[in-house]
């Protein structure tokens, strides 16, 4: 019994540190973004948008802090 709650905890814990971030990056109008640099300032991890604007970004908590950058 305490082996199959050890191996809950143990899932339990990975799951919770697991997030990931998913979203869409618009410009002022409303017009998706592709090939936008999402970056996780905390982290590190790193995603680019696709052409309809939408990323995800591994390896997130809720207090990290995001950078959006546009490449020229």
Not at 22 to 27: A, C, L, P, S
Not at 61 to 66: E, G, H, P, V
């Amino acid at each position: 019994m305490s082996f199959l709650v050890f191996f809950g905890f143990l899932i339990l814990s990975f799951a919770v540190k697991a997030q990931s971030v998913t979203g869409i990056v618009n410009d002022q109008k409303g017009k998706a973004l592709s090939d936008v640099l999402v970056r996780n300032l905390m982290s590190k991890s790193h995603a680019h948008t696709d052409s309809s604007g939408k990323f995800t970004l591994d390896y997130t908590k809720a207090q990290d802090s995001m950078r959006y950058q546009k490449k020229s």
